[in-house]
């Protein structure tokens, strides 16, 4: 289940929505962009249509046939999550008959769901539970037909487990994992009463092919697929935003806490659907690798020591704040202003890095400042500053949704960086071409449903003459494009950069023998590339 903050709109906004169009929901005149459905745009208006197998993140499913809706004009009862919106469209949400249908639905979801809500760990934070309260279902009329129940749960993951009696196999988790996460480790599995969420070959979690990310469980809309964390403490009370800090792709996340104070606890960590870096998507480490926050071994108060030699010992705020800086002072007055300097970690956000630079420099008065992500970036920061004038880097995450070739060089993002790596095995899966250079055989050359047009399996340590015989090739086969190079190059230096790696020696031929990969593959993926 999403955060329990985030309000929910259905279907996706459309993706190239520049035009819009105005209607009439229930009255209530809205003005969306073209392509929105007709359940987007009534959330938009403030009126919630009844869903069940709609969330925002997912592209429109409408099989679960509870957000039907009446158009004027139009006969029968469209789904309202497949349904877009046109000009002048005049649509109601509330009737009798709406009613009636939807009755119906709720009516047979719960004939093989247990209505024992207080018991459920996703009580009170149950799309199915507000459902039937929402059209007044508080048990089913269809009695002495066939039941899934009893069915064992699947307790294998230790983060997670997945209760098929509260499974209403609406898809869900299945679209996530395919559409979000692209793993495709779920499937529903057999047909009609028989059908059945099934993780990979039916087996257990653990064994199949999840990689424990959490989209199943953030789109799942009952208690089937639930935090171990919430079963264990019980529903969280409110939602703190926050980042995570494992890799640099800086993911948003909600902390969903209990208790004040002192005894304020983490319940379980959702990713923020409008964080700008992962978009509502985690992987393992962040979604569930928050164990140290309440960790016995965590230091929960400030410390201070005087030699290394010395005990730690407990202290206030107010002392520790002032034994460093005392200390600093005196290391200033003894060895020169110079002498201290600041350095922050990777795992700091850029805001707490701000922060550091800025004590550095106005109240240490140098410029002693550094972070260690600098040490491990440093090569590409010292070209990118050279090159574009700015070491950091020039596109979002969000720009490998618009490329055609993508190149991975020096890097293994399905391990290192997993959410970026699921976008850009989407925009793969979508035909984008892909190169790898790398001399391990890394899951992007070869997995389900991604595969690597090139793989370059370099020596380690010649990543230059790859480069440089990939450039050749470009080079000296007119591949360039030269009006956008004299756009964004200076002349002079573009010309010299030409001349050189047009030399024969660095050719795929000649660097062949450093690099160790043939010299015709070279020259195939350059074509591709450029």
Not at 91 to 101: G, H
Not at 246 to 268: I, L, N, Q, S
Not at 297 to 321: C, F, G, H, N, Q
Not at 398 to 419: F, L, Q, R, W, Y
């Amino acid at each position: 289940m999403y955060a329990i903050d985030y309000e929910d709109f259905g279907t996706p906004a459309p993706v190239n929505g520049a035009a819009t169009v105005t209607v009439e929901v229930d009255g209530r005149p809205v003005t969306v962009p073209d392509g929105t459905s007709v359940m987007r745009a009534a959330a938009l208006a403030g009126v919630k249509v009844p869903k069940l197998c709609a969330t925002d993140t997912l592209k429109a499913f409408g099989s679960c046939r509870l957000c039907l809706v009446e158009i004027e004009g139009r006969k029968g009862y469209p789904a309202s999550c497949t349904t877009t919106v046109a000009a002048g469209m005049k649509i109601r949400t509330q009737s009798d008959k709406l009613l009636q249908l939807r009755r119906g639905v709720i009516d047979l979801y719960v004939s093989d769901h247990p209505l024992e809500c207080a018991s459920c760990p996703a009580q009170g934070h149950c799309e199915l539970e507000d459902m039937a309260a929402a059209v007044g279902i508080t048990g089913s009329s269809y009695t002495g037909g066939a039941m899934h129940r009893p069915t064992p749960k699947d307790e294998s993951n230790p983060y997670f487990a997945f209760d098929p009696q509260l499974c209403i196999v609406c898809s869900r988790c299945v679209r996530a994992c395919d559409e979000i996460q692209g793993t495709f480790a779920l499937t529903i599995q057999g047909r009609g009463f028989g059908s059945k969420v099934a993780a990979s070959q039916d087996q257990p979690f653990l064994d199949s092919e999840c990689v424990s990310c959490g989209a199943c469980i953030e789109s799942c809309p009952t208690g089937a697929l639930t935090e171990k964390s919430i079963i264990g403490l019980g529903q969280p009370e409110r939602a703190l935003d926050t980042t995570c800090a494992y890799c640099g792709v800086g993911c948003g996340f909600k902390a969903e806490v209990r208790g004040e104070g002192a005894d304020v606890e983490v319940v379980r960590m959702t990713p923020d659907r409008a964080g700008k870096a992962n978009h509502g998507h985690a992987c393992i480490k962040g979604r569930f690798a928050w164990g140290y926050a309440t960790h016995s071994d965590r230091v929960l108060k400030p410390m201070i020591r005087e030699t290394i030699r010395d005990e730690w010992r407990e202290v206030s705020w107010e002392e520790a704040i002032g034994y460093a800086a005392s200390e600093i002072r005196r290391v200033q007055t003894k060895y020169g202003r110079d002498s201290v300097g600041g350095i922050t970690s990777s795992r700091c956000t850029n805001e707490e890095t701000f922060l550091v630079q800025k004590l550095v420099r106005a109240a240490f008065g140098n410029n002693n400042v550094d972070t260690c992500a600098r040490v491990c970036h440093s090569p590409t920061g010292y070209g990118l500053k050279q090159t574009f004038g700015e070491s950091a880097g020039t596109q979002t995450f969000k720009s490998v949704e618009k490329s055609d070739v993508i190149m991975v060089i020096g890097a293994n993002p399905t391990d290192a960086h997993p959410v970026f790596a699921s976008r850009m095995k989407k925009r793969i899966r979508e035909g984008a071409r892909l190169i790898v250079a790398d001399p391990r055989r890394i899951d992007l050359v070869a997995s389900p449903h991604v595969k690597a047009d090139f793989h370059l399996p370099l020596k380690p340590g010649t990543n230059v003459a790859l480069l440089n015989a990939l450039a050749h090739v470009v080079v000296t086969e007119g591949l360039a494009r030269e009006a956008y190079v004299a756009e964004r190059c200076e002349p002079d230096s573009y010309a010299k950069w030409k001349a050189f790696v047009a030399e024969p020696r660095n050719s795929p031929e000649e660097s062949e023998s450093i690099t160790g990969v043939p010299a015709e593959r070279v020259r195939r993926a350059a074509r591709l590339y450029a």
